[in-house]
């Protein structure tokens, strides 16, 4: 069954269908440098228009990919603390589009 939305993988085969906030920090919290170096968070299509990874460094912490061609979006950034990591990466997922999906729009009452 696929995922509503998207899912996570680790290079250990670790997969996460729609992960929470605390699955994503779960699976950052089991990377390590020699055998599960990564997690990557995209839609669940053949040819998604956005991800995002996280990878463990050498020198300590994790480097931040994220990436959304369909608004031109391409940051690399590093973090420590893998609870901001976590929080940060289930934020900028809510604000991704969803084919299929209805657009959110905001409404000023």
């Known amino acids: 069954m696929r995922a509503q939305h ?3 993988d680790s290079e250990n085969g670790d ?3 729609d992960p929470s906030e605390d699955a994503l920090f779960m699976l950052i919290s089991n990377l390590n ?3 599960n170096t990564f997690v990557t968070v995209q839609p669940d299509e053949d040819d998604p228009v956005w ?3 996280v990878a463990v460094l050498d020198g300590g912490g994790y480097e931040i ?3 959304d061609t369909t608004h031109n979006e ?3 950034t590093t973090a420590t603390g893998i609870n901001d990591i ?4 289930t934020i900028w997922m809510a604000a991704r589009d969803f ?3 209805p657009n959110r729009q905001v409404t000023a009452f």
Not at 86 to 89: G, K, T, W
């Open 6 to 8: 998207y899912s996570a």
């Open 15 to 17: 997969r996460i269908d």
């Open 33 to 35: 440098n020699s055998d």
């Open 51 to 53: 991800f995002a990874s």
């Open 65 to 67: 990919v994220r990436r």
């Open 74 to 76: 391409h940051e690399v």
């Open 86 to 89: 976590a929080r940060d990466l």
């Open 99 to 101: 084919p299929g999906l």
